[in-house]
C-alpha cells in the first residue's frame, strides 16, 4: 500500500507515484528512455511476457517514467489502474475502440469536443458500422429515451469545452448501470481534483493531460483511469494498437501533476474574477462559467464539483460582426490565439460550434462566442487587456 493511500488529495499530488529511495534519492523518477529491456534469464523473460501491468517488458508499453505517471494519476482517481496515452485525443479514441464493436450503438454528447465528434463520426460510424447518436448535453434522465437494446457505450463529457453545459452525471450512470451500459467521460475541465468521475458512478475517466496536468503547454499526453473490471478490454486494445507514451513527456506530465493544486487554485480565482467582470460588460450578452453563481449548469455544478478550472466563454451582443471580433482578438497584449488550454499563459479564442452541434445547434440569433483560458498572470492586467479589446470591438461597429 503507498504511503499515499489515505491522504487528501493535494498531498497525493506531491507524493504519490514517486520512489526516490529507488532511485539514488533523487526527487522525481528519471526518464528511462528504452526499446529493449533486458532480462537475467529466459524464465524471467517468459514470465514478464505474461505480466499485464506495471512492469518493464518492451519500451512500447513504457518504463518506470510512464508507470511511475500512471501510478499518481490512478491514485488521484481512486481508480484500480491508469493508462497513459501520446495525447488526449487518444485518450478519447482508445475506449471507444476497445468496448464498441460493428453494430453496437454509441451514445455521445452533443457538446463533446470536436475531434471526438469527427472520430466517432469518420471512424466508428463510416468504417466500423458503429450507430451513433449524440444526446442533448441537459438530458439527465431522459437519456433513458434513447437507449436501444445494442447501446454499448455512453460518453460525456462535462462541461462542454465550448458552451459549458454541466451534465447531471449521476444521473445518466445511474440509468447506465440498470442497462449495463459502459459511461466514459472526457473529464478534462475539471481534472482529477474538482469532479470525481468514479465517485459518481463512471466507468472510465478520460483527460486531456496535455491540459492542466501538464500545465504548461509544451508535452501532449492523454489518460484514462478504471478499475479492475476493465482491465483486460482497456488494456488489450492499448497494447494491440501500439500506442507508446514518450517518456520525456510522461516526465512533464508527472512534473506537472505536482504543482497543479496551486496553479488550478489560481486559475480558478482568476477565472471568476473574470467571468464575473465580463458579464457586467455591456458589449456580453450572457457567460458560461459553471462556477459563476447564476450562470447556466451552475446548480449541478455546485452539488457534484468540488471547484472550477479556468476556462469558460461568454456570447458578445449579437450586434457585433466578425470583424469586431478579429479586431478585438487580433491586439491583445496577454492572451494568445492558440488552440488548446491549461497552460501557464492566458488564451482567447473565436470559438465555433459550426458542424460540431446536431442536437442543440448554437441558435439562429445569437452572438459570437469568445472562449478565455485564464492563465496565471494578474488578473488586473488581463482585464486591461480586454477591456481594451472591448473598446476594438465598438470602433468597429461605429
Ligand atoms: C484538447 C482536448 C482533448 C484532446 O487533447 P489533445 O491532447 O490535444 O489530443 C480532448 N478533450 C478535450 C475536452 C480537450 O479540450
Not at 54 to 80: M, N, S, V, W
Not at 113 to 139: C, D, H, Q, S, W
Request: hydrophobic share 40%.
Amino acid at each position: 500500500m503507498s504511503k499515499t493511500q489515505n491522504s487528501k488529495p493535494r498531498t497525493k499530488l506531491v507524493h504519490a507515484g514517486r520512489e526516490p529511495a529507488a532511485q539514488f534519492g533523487a526527487v522525481n523518477p528519471p526518464v528511462y528512455h528504452a526499446s529493449t529491456i533486458l532480462f537475467e534469464t529466459v524464465a524471467e523473460m517468459d514470465a514478464a511476457g505474461g505480466r499485464t501491468y506495471g512492469g518493464p517488458y518492451y519500451g512500447r508499453r513504457g518504463t518506470p517514467t510512464q508507470f511511475k505517471l500512471q501510478e499518481a494519476i490512478a491514485e488521484l482517481e481512486g481508480a484500480d489502474h491508469c493508462l497513459i496515452t501520446p495525447s488526449g485525443l487518444s485518450a478519447c479514441t482508445l475506449p471507444l475502440l476497445a468496448f464498441l464493436k460493428q453494430g453496437d450503438h454509441l451514445l455521445i454528447t452533443d457538446s463533446v469536443y470536436g475531434p471526438t465528434r469527427a472520430f466517432a463520426n469518420k471512424i466508428l460510424a463510416a468504417k466500423m458500422g458503429v450507430e451513433v447518436t449524440y444526446y442533448a448535453p441537459t438530458i439527465g434522465a431522459g437519456i433513458e429515451e434513447l437507449i436501444q437494446p445494442n447501446t454499448q457505450v455512453i460518453f460525456l463529457e462535462s462541461p462542454g469545452s465550448l458552451t459549458f453545459e454541466v451534465q447531471d452525471v449521476p444521473a445518466i450512470t445511474a440509468i447506465a448501470k440498470a442497462h449495463n451500459i459502459t459511461t466514459l467521460i472526457d473529464n478534462t475541465w475539471a481534472t482529477p481534483l474538482y469532479f470525481n468521475a468514479l465517485g459518481h458512478g463512471v466507468d472510465v475517466v478520460i483527460h486531456a493531460a496535455t491540459k492542466y496536468i501538464v500545465g504548461h503547454s509544451d508535452a501532449m499526453l492523454g489518460c484514462l483511469s478504471f478499475n479492475e473490471a476493465h482491465w483486460g478490454t482497456l488494456f488489450g486494445t492499448y497494447a494491440t494498437l501500439g500506442l507508446h507514451t514518450a517518456p520525456d513527456d510522461a516526465f512533464l506530465g508527472a512534473r506537472g501533476l505536482r504543482t497543479l493544486g496551486v496553479r488550478l487554485a489560481q486559475h480558478e480565482k482568476s477565472g471568476l474574477e473574470l467571468a464575473a467582470w465580463l458579464r457586467d460588460r455591456p458589449e456580453v450578452r450572457e457567460v458560461f462559467h459553471p462556477g459563476l453563481p447564476g450562470a447556466p449548469g451552475h446548480d449541478i455544478w455546485k452539488r457534484d464539483f468540488t471547484g472550477s478550472s479556468g476556462l469558460f466563454s461568454f456570447e458578445l451582443e449579437p450586434e457585433y460582426t466578425v470583424p469586431g471580433v478579429h479586431a478585438m482578438l487580433d491586439h491583445l497584449d496577454y492572451f494568445g490565439l492558440g488552440f488548446s488550454w491549461g497552460g501557464f499563459e492566458s488564451l482567447a479564442m473565436h470559438a465555433k460550434t459550426e458542424g460540431n452541434r446536431s442536437v442543440q445547434p448554437w441558435g439562429e440569433g445569437r452572438g459570437h462566442l469568445i472562449r478565455i483560458n485564464t492563465g496565471l498572470e494578474d488578473v488586473d492586467d488581463l482585464k486591461a487587456d480586454l477591456d481594451a479589446g472591448f473598446e476594438r470591438l465598438r470602433g468597429s461597429n461605429q
